[in-house]
T-cell receptor, first 113, second 114 residues
């Protein structure tokens, strides 16, 4: 019940295309859903986050779509660029566990020029 | 430029040796996390502290791992004795607040146990 399942494991997109990464969770107590971006040799960095009281959040080319009833959320990267090539992790946490993040397995995104 | 600093960046050690990893959280942050990253298991939470007190270390093998915060500017993760299966990248992250804290990650310590 604590798991967050992420797909696909890897993704290849052409420059200018849309990258879509999906995550699903079981525990309805989760109330914070961040996405982290990780470049090789670096630590993950927060990209964008959403709470379950909204269905969508957009920041620049990055959008989170959230479906509370289906217990799913996804990251959309519009106009994907080679510089977006990285590993993306979805995560979830619960209010009463003060920031303890449960991560998905990660998606390695490659954007081809 | 506020950032989480981890030392060493790389460590190669022989099985059975003690390993100590250090983390300097961002000044003013009151929450510190230790994560381990492997290809097979992904990012796993080992332990975390708030205001230097351990809140959860359920992800950590208790017989060989220990985590401490001697003061607000230093967190340590020790493995004794180390085993080849401990080979991984260990990340420290820090944050501020009581709930849904954004975690700022360090660059990690790549540990190889031979």
């Amino acid at each position: 019940q604590q798991q967050v399942k992420q797909s696909p494991q890897s993704l290849i997109v052409q420059k200018g295309g849309i990258s879509i990464i999906n995550c699903a969770y079981e525990n309805t107590a989760f109330d914070y859903f961040p996405w982290y971006q990780q470049f090789p040799g670096k630590g993950p960095a927060l990209l964008i986050a959403i709470r379950p009281d909204v269905s969508e959040k957009k920041e620049g080319r990055f959008t989170i779509s959230f479906n509370k009833s289906a217990k799913q959320f996804s990251l959309h990267i519009m106009d994907s660029q080679p510089g977006d090539s990285a590993t993306y992790f979805c995560a979830a946490s619960m209010y009463n566990q003060g920031g303890k993040l449960i991560f998905g397995q990660g998606t390695e995104l490659s954007v081809k020029p | 430029d506020a950032r989480v600093t981890q030392t060493p960046r790389h460590k190669v050690t022989e099985m059975g040796q003690e390993v100590t990893m250090r983390c300097q959280p961002i000044l003013g942050h009151n929450t510190v996390f230790w994560y381990r990253q492997t290809m097979m298991q992904g990012l796993e939470l080992l332990a975390y502290f708030r205001n230097r007190a351990p809140l959860d270390d359920s992800g950590m093998p208790k017989d060989r791992f220990s985590a401490e915060m001697p003061d607000a500017t230093l967190a340590t993760l020790k493995i004794q004795p180390s085993e080849p299966r401990d080979s991984a990248v260990y990340f420290c992250a820090s944050g501020f607040g009581m709930v849904n804290t954004e975690a700022f990650f360090g660059q990690g310590t790549r540990l190889t146990v031979v």
